[in-house]
């Protein structure tokens, strides 16, 4: 997979990613209630890891979207809390937040991890001091943006806000994610403009 191919599919997984919680805040901003609500995030959880899986995609993604969507119901269901539907992600996120700069003093930064699994590389990009320099600048921005949006949130699970939590993952997490991983696109391409003799891959 090329990397203007693995950045399509990080807006294709931006999409599916919100595409619950959609449901999910739709239901309840018109019912108030959350049995219908759940339903509808599940639903969409359901619809969204059956195409993953059609499209023979990596099955791992689609068993984890949904399981990580059926795990925020059923907290959601014992708490009788309409904002825990949001917690699990939130704790995912956060904690990745938190493990990012330990990862890049390991020379691991995760935006790098990823784009090897996206693309089928592995960790051959560590062969290569352009592109550590380059993943590195670009998970300090992601981190950066991230640690906002996940503060912003948080703030808003902690004063019960179940709606603007939905609102604000719909209506400012996705446009800034989608705009986010185009920037570190470009900063990527601009700092790795030079092939690199050491990593024997093409980009």
Not at 35 to 41: E, I, V
Not at 103 to 124: C, I, K, S
Not at 128 to 148: F, G, K, N
Not at 171 to 197: I, Q, S
Request: positive net charge; contains cysteine.
């Amino acid at each position: 997979m090329s990397d203007l191919a693995a950045l399509r599919h990080v807006g294709l997984h931006i999409a599916e990613t919100a595409a619950p919680v959609l449901g999910f805040t739709l239901l309840y901003a018109m019912t108030t209630r959350l049995p219908p609500a759940l339903a509808a995030g599940l639903c969409v959880a359901a619809l969204v890891a059956a195409r993953r899986v059609r499209q023979s995609r990596s099955v791992w993604p689609a068993v984890g979207g949904f399981a990580l969507t059926a795990g925020a119901a059923a907290v959601t269901v014992l708490s009788g809390e309409a904002t825990n539907f949001f917690l699990p992600v939130l704790l995912v996120r956060a904690t990745i937040v938190v493990a990012t700069p330990l990862l890049l003093v390991m020379r691991r930064p995760p935006v790098g991890l990823a784009a090897g699994v996206l693309t089928g590389r592995g960790l051959a990009w560590r062969r290569c001091p352009a592109r550590v320099r380059a993943y590195t600048v670009v998970t300090v921005l992601w981190m950066l943006a991230e640690a906002v949006l996940v503060a912003n949130q948080a703030r808003l699970y902690l004063a019960d806000r179940a709606l603007a939590m939905g609102a604000f993952k719909l209506l400012v997490e996705v446009p800034v994610h989608v705009l986010l991983a185009g920037l570190m696109w470009v900063v990527y391409r601009r700092m790795t403009k030079r092939p690199c003799p050491c990593e024997g891959v093409h980009r």
